[in-house]
């Protein structure tokens, strides 16, 4: 949604622009409108800059996916996590395996962060129970979550 306001002492013609984004932060736009023409450039961009907003599939595929049990290896490959989600019992190590070429990637979510890796294995110990969401920091929509159960 886009928050028009005509701003302040600016004179007539000067509107203003807001986008409402948790994951994208914008400055407000000032623009001096000269016709339809110039309204129609800003409003279509406006809305692909909009369109950026929110979640990501694969975020989003982390965060539903029924987490597979009995499971503790993820491999990183084609820039994303397979499996997305997994389910293991409290003290267990779960190792990712960075396989993708010359591609790196890496690890990282609360309490835990790998290097950034290529053609390697890297393994964190999950002491307690709770669900712990990781990402590639290096590339955005790559992102998977491990549950820990209790014992």
Aim: positive net charge; aromatic residues 8%; glycine residues 10%.
């Amino acid at each position: 949604m886009v928050a028009w306001y005509r701003a302040a002492g600016t004179g007539c013609g000067v509107l203003r622009a807001r986008l409402p984004c948790a994951t994208v932060r914008f400055r407000p736009v000032s623009i001096r409108i000269g016709g339809l023409p110039a309204v129609l450039v800003l409003s279509a961009a406006l809305a692909l800059a909009g369109a950026g907003c929110g979640s990501s599939p694969s975020q989003d595929k982390a965060a539903t996916t029924p987490p597979v049990s009995g499971v503790h290896d993820v491999e990183a490959r084609s820039l994303r996590f397979s499996p997305p989600a997994i389910q293991v019992p409290a003290g267990t190590t779960v190792s990712w395996h960075f396989d993708d070429g010359a591609v790196p990637h890496n690890v990282t979510g609360k309490g835990f962060a790998s290097p950034n890796l290529k053609q390697t294995t890297w393994s964190h110990r999950f002491a307690a129970a709770g669900a712990f969401t990781y990402r590639c920091t290096l590339h955005a929509n790559m992102v998977g979550r491990v549950v820990v159960t209790a014992q």
